[in-house]
């Protein structure tokens, strides 16, 4: 994703995936909520922002390349 210089505090990165929840696939959803659960760094929480940002408007190949890198990002 591209770099970005502000950082996204958790609330705003719980957010974001709620308002992307019915548009991603439901395990990912699902473990992304997980992963919140437990203490991230900042750069980990910066990326996962930015793979949610605008989910739903990417197009299908774009959405796989982000489930390819959040899978990877989850572990």
């Known amino acids: ?3 970005c210089k502000i950082d996204h505090p958790l609330e ?3 957010n974001k995936l709620t308002s992307q929840k019915e548009f991603l ?3 990912l959803h699902m473990r992304s909520e997980k992963f919140l659960e437990t203490t991230r760094t900042q ?3 910066n990326e996962l922002f930015h793979l949610l940002k605008k989910y739903d408007l ?10 390819q890198q959040l899978n990877k990002l989850l572990g």
Request: charged share 40%; net charge negative; proline share 5%.
């Open 1 to 3: 994703m591209s770099s």
């Open 12 to 14: 705003d990165v719980k």
């Open 25 to 27: 696939p439901t395990d």
């Open 43 to 45: 750069l980990e929480l």
């Open 58 to 67: 990417a197009t299908s190949e774009e959405q796989e390349k982000r489930n």
